[in-house]
């Protein structure tokens, strides 16, 4: 069973519209999240974690996400695009399946942002 | 500050042919990790280490073999390339994944002919 979905695999915005990246888990337990941003021919980077406390994360370039247990979400959010957000998005968990060693990543999602 | 390398950046090999993709970081991590990532598949887990001396199987081992050759260095053997295996491979270390996630190496992009 996958331990995280990301749906869609493209969004579009304009550039000054609302980011929405969903990331949907699937652990009973809640896991350890993260946000994981990746430009074209680079490495992975992290944007953000979620491992105890505060529900609402803040991370780089102005992206955040909050963390949901009812709806075991975990959606990556900015109030307005910049071209330069342009990239691959992937979320990841860290959960009791793989006794808290790895991370399982979702398939990603690439955002795409229009003039 | 490097953080954690691979070499090499690109490589093509022929079908049957052997490499080794070499990967080193030098933040005193305990944990680290191979996987591949293709086009719509995300990125999926090969090998990993939680520390010197061990290794273990992921999602997708088949055709591969690692090395932990010290607490710097994970490297990633194929022993008979495949088309199958064409993909960009990343390395990646880790202190604690729940508190900290991974540092990732910038790729090595590898096509099989």
């Known amino acids: 069973a996958q331990s995280v979905t990301q749906l869609g695999s493209h969004v579009s915005v304009s550039e000054g519209a609302l980011v929405l990246l969903r990331c949907n888990y699937s652990?009973?337990?809640?896991?350890?999240l993260f946000w994981y941003v990746q430009y074209p021919n680079q490495g992975l980077q992290l944007l953000l974690k979620?491992?105890?406390?505060?529900?609402l994360v803040k991370g780089i370039n102005g992206f955040e996400a909050e963390f949901k247990k009812s709806e075991t979400s975990f959606h990556l959010t900015k109030p307005s695009a910049h071209m330069s957000d342009a990239a691959e998005y992937f979320c990841?968990?860290?959960?009791?399946?793989?006794?808290?060693?790895?991370?399982?990543f979702g398939k990603g999602t690439m955002l795409l942002v229009s003039p | 500050n490097a953080g954690v390398t691979q070499t090499p950046k690109f490589q093509v090999l022929k079908t049957g042919q052997s490499m080794t993709l070499q990967c080193a970081q030098d933040?005193?991590?305990?944990?680290m990790y191979w996987y591949r990532q293709d086009p719509g598949m995300g990125l999926r887990l090969i090998y990993y280490?939680?520390?010197?001396?061990?290794?273990d199987k992921g999602e997708v081992p088949n055709g591969y073999n690692v090395s932990r050759l010290n607490k710097r260095e994970f490297s990633l053997r194929l022993e008979s390339a495949a088309p199958s295996q064409t993909s960009v491979y990343f390395c990646?270390?880790?202190?604690?994944?729940?508190?900290?996630?991974?540092?990732f190496g910038s790729g090595t992009r590898l096509t099989v002919v």
């Open positions: 979620y491992t105890t406390g505060a529900t």
């Open positions: 280490s939680a520390s010197e001396g061990t290794t």
């Open positions: 933040m005193n991590h305990n944990s």
């Open positions: 990646a270390s880790s202190g604690d994944v729940r508190f900290s996630g991974y540092t």
């Open positions: 652990s009973s337990v809640p896991p350890y």
């Open positions: 990841a968990v860290s959960d009791r399946n793989s006794g808290y060693s790895t991370l399982t």
